[in-house]
């Protein structure tokens, strides 16, 4: 009869140790997804913060070529200064979708002076700049990614109890208005 | 893309320890064999030696040794900032943390592979021949191919199922030979008194030491087919722009020209199978056919990981991707395609590669331009053209930042190629192209600032 309870006891045991594996590994990788979306955050900021520091630089190579085009070159500052101030995941997504504008409008205004094309500290700052956009493109895109596969473990049945339990909250995405390339961007201040 | 990884390394796991009892009981029936009634631990114990010995050989191995056989060499962002930027930005994408070293290969062949043991360890090899023919988005498809490879652990997955199989191959040859050499009159004179149980083991035993090495084969080739769908899964989800991995994998399915210095072992790591001038295909082939990539990714209609799998099971039929990673896939749209840069010419590939190879450039009075290269032995070359005797100026050995002497300037005179002389003689050659500020020499490794043409 006690040999009986002894096996239920331990096969009660052995179930409860199982879920307790369960709650821990589930657990540790909200906790990894969550410190994942952090990290890709801040990889976000180092990108945006190097595009900040080339624009200085690009405005002054253009303006050693184009100086009378002042309005637009001084649009470029205005919406980097704006976007170095921004704060908060909406106003900082604003802020630097219209400094990706004004930058169009900045590239636009060089195809008229071939010979600020043809220099290469432009090309190369333009190469530069290209490419930081390109990364802060990136960085946002794996920032959402993470997002959503943290998002979707919050949510998702068996480990949204845990989420829960923990106080483990959704995050917000990093949403940029993509402005379709026909549309001038409207410099606004 | 986490839950890939995990679920990579569950199947890796499996993989290794499928293939490490397939190995082990090679050992013991093998043991058993040669020396019935106990020889099976003795067995077992060889077959871990020889495993043993092969990993150790993996682990002792430099990664430098593939690198230097391919004579590759790591280019700064100076040397070709574009390549330098498209990595940088698809370890961003992936989320890789470390950026791997860029190297270039001087080959005509255009082909990418990836290496590396930890993150922080990785490189990424990129051929001449590649960067000749393609356009920035390709270029990106391939290198984001190439860090799906890295993220997704695959070195260390096919090294070590290459490990495996090495182990097993190696275990079933010890078999053979011994059997051939003695085991013959052993079994006889012990299946007398052993009888049934002795038979079904050398039976066994005989069935494992054929079919193991093929099966143990097969898997390997299967599983480095699987990592590559993988990895073109992963590209297509970084740069999300699968059209422009597919026309690369065109234009460099298009060229036959084969790597000159890969081989069997280092197949897996190559973007397109080297080996073969067609792309290879077959049960035995280390990539899947180059065209059926092509169209699953032509044929994705979005850029997600559940698009890729999708496009798989239409194109081809079953499944390539852990369920669990499909779970948190959701979609994604393909963006439009960027601006295209321009794909750099040959003389500018060339002109990165010397750079890279630290090739010396000495102007004959013919005219004649001579690339020499970095320790030629003798310390005059003659002109092909004119037979005059040019001495080759021993360098000065390369002077470190903190004793920098006063710096260096030159200022270009026009947007052409140009070409002027260091303090330590070395001939230094500037591209139309060439757009950095600064120049370091590569005999002495003085930095010289360049200034822009006194413009009108």
New interface residues.
């Given amino acids: 009869m006690s040999s009986i309870l002894v096996i239920v006891l331990l096969a009660l045991a052995g179930v409860i140790l199982l879920l307790l594996l369960w709650v821990a590994g589930a657990y540790n990788s909200l906790v990894r997804l969550r410190n994942q979306v952090e990290n890709a955050w801040s990889q976000i900021d180092v990108q945006l913060k190097r595009r900040h520091d080339l624009i200085p630089n690009l405005v002054e190579t253009v303006k050693g070529y184009a100086a009378h085009e002042r309005a637009t070159l001084e649009n470029v500052i205005k919406a980097r200064n704006m976007a170095i101030a921004a704060k908060g995941v909406g106003e900082r997504a604003e802020a630097e979708n219209f400094l990706t504008g004004t930058l169009k409008s900045l590239f636009a205004v060089a195809e008229a002076y071939p010979n600020l094309k043809a220099d290469q500290s432009f090309l190369r700052l333009q190469e530069e700049l290209t490419s930081t956009e390109n990364k802060v493109g990136f960085a946002r895109q794996f920032y959402n990614d993470s997002v959503m596969t943290f998002n979707t473990r919050c949510e998702t049945f068996p480990t949204n109890i845990i989420a829960n339990m923990f106080n483990f909250t959704r995050r917000e995405f990093f949403e940029v208005k993509e402005e379709s390339q026909r549309e001038a961007p409207q410099v606004k201040f | ?3 890939q990884i995990q679920a990579n390394r569950r199947r890796s796991a499996v993989l290794i320890i499928s293939m490490a009892l397939v190995l082990m009981l090679l050992g013991y029936a093998g043991g058993e064999l040669l020396a019935p009634g106990g020889g099976g631990i003795v067995g077992l114990g060889v077959a871990l030696i020889v495993w043993g010995i092969q990993m150790a050989i993996y682990a002792a191995q430099p990664q430098s040794l593939l690198l230097q056989g391919a004579f590759a060499r790591e280019i700064q962002k100076e040397d070709s ?2 390549l330098f ?2 990595v ?3 370890t ?4 890789l943390g470390f950026m791997p070293k860029v190297y270039l290969v001087d080959d005509p062949a255009p082909n990418a592979f990836a290496l590396g043991r930890s993150p922080s360890n990785s490189a990424v090899v990129v051929t001449t021949g590649l960067l000749q023919r393609l356009n920035r988005d390709e270029l990106q498809g391939v290198i984001g191919h190439e860090i799906g490879h890295l993220k997704n652990r695959d070195v260390q997955f096919m090294t070590l199922a290459a490990v495996m199989l090495g182990s097993i191959v190696i275990l079933s040859e010890i078999i053979w030979r011994s059997l051939r050499v003695g085991g013959r009159a052993r079994s006889r004179s012990s299946s007398r008194g052993g009888g049934q149980a002795q038979l079904f083991i050398l039976l066994v035993a005989l069935l494992l030491a054929v079919l193991g090495p093929l099966l143990a084969q097969l898997l390997y080739f299967a599983c480095s087919r699987k990592r590559e769908y993988l990895a073109d899964a992963s590209s297509a ?2 740069t ?1 722009y699968p059209q422009g991995l597919a026309s690369a994998l065109e234009k460099i399915s298009r060229t036959p020209l084969t790597v000159s210095f890969a081989s069997r072992a280092t197949a897996p790591m190559f973007i397109i199978n080297p080996l073969a001038a067609s792309g290879g295909s077959g049960l035995f082939s280390t990539h899947p056919p180059t065209e059926e990539r092509i169209r699953i990714l032509r044929s994705m209609s979005g850029a997600s990981l559940s698009a890729y799998e999708e496009a798989f099971r239409r194109t081809r039929g079953g499944s390539v991707l852990s369920p669990q990673s499909l ?2 896939a ?1 979609t994604l749209p393909i963006r439009r395609p ?1 601006d295209d ?1 321009p794909i750099l010419s040959r003389a500018d590939v060339r002109f990165i590669a010397n750079r890279a190879n630290r090739y010396l450039r000495l102007q004959c009075n013919c005219g004649l331009v001579i690339s020499v290269p970095e320790g030629y032995p003798q310390s005059s070359i003659r002109c092909i053209r004119c037979g005059t005797e040019l001495p080759i100026p021993t360098v000065a050995p390369p002077v470190t930042s903190a004793s920098e002497p006063t710096p260096l300037h030159y200022q ?1 005179t026009g ?1 052409h190629w140009e070409s002027f002389r260091c303090v330590c003689g070395r001939t230094l050659q500037l591209s139309p ?5 600064h120049l370091r020499c590569n005999g002495c490794g003085r930095l010289i600032t360049i200034l ?1 043409p006194a ?1 009108t």
């Fill in positions: 893309m986490w839950e900032p574009q930027n498209i940088e930005e698809m961003i994408a992936s989320g989800q970084f999300r779970q948190s959701g960027s840069g270009r947007k192209l060439f757009t950095a500020l822009p413009s």
